[in-house]
Antibody
């Protein structure tokens, strides 16, 4: 079945970087965009960025630009999100999700990865 | 402050009908970009509920329906059930935010 499986929880100190992975299976990896969505504790959903896995073209939300990098490895059907210069406000669950077209709905979601930023 | 505005909470008794609004502007919903809806049960990942304004993915009960008009969209749930208690989010695209997909702030549905 179609799955997005994310890497495990991370605890980081302020100023550090974190890399979260998202492994896709059950479908043709290059046929869907992969997006990242952040959810701070008790808060709503916030779009972080996306990658076109065919040409590796990325697009990021303005507030994360300069701090986030999304990459992909087609040999393992895995997408990575790296967030640098971590702040306590970055403590959140990060989800990967997919969309068939650039502005399509997000039809399958990963299980989420908790990133905790604490001194 | 979210680009798309939703009521923080709605409630209804079992069997009743509830509606959740999603208000946008001429740079997102009003610019004819599609609206999608997601349901998030406590402690779980969001789930796609409605896509392309009015369409239900396979497996979503027809008690859930979506509509869009002008700069707003709505999610309607009829025959409310206890398991519908969740957070609901609308999502669209905003052309003024340099490639940004945008979410509403979310609405907590309580089944009384």
């Amino acid at each position: 079945q179609v799955q997005l499986v994310q890497s495990g929880a991370e605890v980081k100190k302020p100023g550090a970087s974190v890399r979260v992975s998202c492994k896709a299976s059950g479908y043709t990896f290059t046929s869907y965009y992969i997006h990242w969505v952040r959810q701070a504790p008790g808060q709503g959903l916030e779009w972080v960025g996306t990658i076109n896995p065919i040409i590796s073209r990325t697009d990021y939300a303005q507030r994360f630009r300069g701090r986030v990098t999304v990459t992909r490895d087609t040999s393992t059907s895995t997408v990575y999100m790296e967030l640098t210069s971590l702040k306590s406000e970055d403590t959140a669950v990060f989800y990967c999700t997919r969309g068939r077209w650039e502005l399509d709905a997000f039809d399958v979601w990963g299980q989420g990865t908790m990133v905790t930023v604490s001194p | 402050q979210s680009v798309l505005t939703q009521p923080p909470s709605v409630s209804g008794a079992p069997g009743q009908r509830v509606a959740i609004s999603c208000s946008g502007s001429s740079s997102n919903i009003g610019a004819t970009y599609d609206v999608h809806w997601y349901q998030q049960l406590p402690g779980t990942a969001p789930k796609l509920l409605i896509y392309g304004n009015t369409n239900r993915p396979s497996g979503v009960p027809d008690r859930f329906s979506g509509s869009k008009s002008g700069t707003s969209a709505s999610l309607v749930i009829t025959g409310l059930q206890a398991e519908d208690e969740a957070d609901y989010y609308c999502q669209s695209y905003d052309r003024s935010l340099s490639g940004s997909r945008v979410f509403g702030g979310g609405t907590k549905l309580t089944v009384l």
